[in-house]
């Protein structure tokens, strides 16, 4: 999978990729009916998803410049909530920190009209196995 093929989770939300950031997959979410929590406002559920997407896509896209196939397995995933997520595209992007042979960690952020003013941020702990061909 590339961090353009998207698993049909991301699709049943409606995440799709918004732009590449320097290699980095760029993810994003419109609002609607379907990610709805409380009146005006994303569910924390959805926004999890869309951060757990984009960490996964930034993963694949780190071993993907490293040219490894790596069997991916997410063991922890933290995510602290900054404020709550408006009826707005919501963005979210990962960087991997650190990808070793066995383990992966990968931050995400995730923000809607304004970079800068994060509304959720998440910390991803991954085991990696070499894909079985």
């Given amino acids: 999978m590339s961090?353009?093929?998207l698993p049909p989770y991301a699709e049943a939300?409606?995440?799709?990729?918004?732009?590449?950031?320097?290699?980095?997959?760029?993810?994003?979410v419109d609002f609607s009916d379907r990610i709805l929590g409380r009146p005006g406002f994303l569910h924390g559920g959805a926004l999890s998803g869309l951060m757990e997407m984009a960490g996964f896509a930034a993963l694949r896209a780190e071993l993907g410049r490293r040219g490894e196939e790596m069997r991916i397995k997410p063991v922890n995933i933290q995510v602290e909530f900054?404020?709550?997520?408006?009826?707005?595209?919501?963005?979210a992007m990962g960087k991997v920190?650190?990808?070793?042979?066995?383990?992966?960690?990968?931050?995400?952020?995730?923000?809607?009209?304004?970079r800068n003013k994060q509304i959720a941020l998440a910390q991803m702990k991954f085991l990696l196995s070499p894909a079985e061909g």
């Fill in 3 to 5: 961090h353009q093929n």
């Fill in 13 to 28: 939300l409606g995440i799709a990729m918004d732009h590449d950031e320097s290699g980095d997959p760029v993810l994003y």
């Fill in 97 to 114: 920190t650190r990808a070793g042979r066995r383990v992966a960690l990968v931050n995400v952020e995730a923000w809607q009209d304004d």
């Fill in 82 to 91: 900054m404020r709550g997520g408006t009826e707005q595209r919501t963005f």
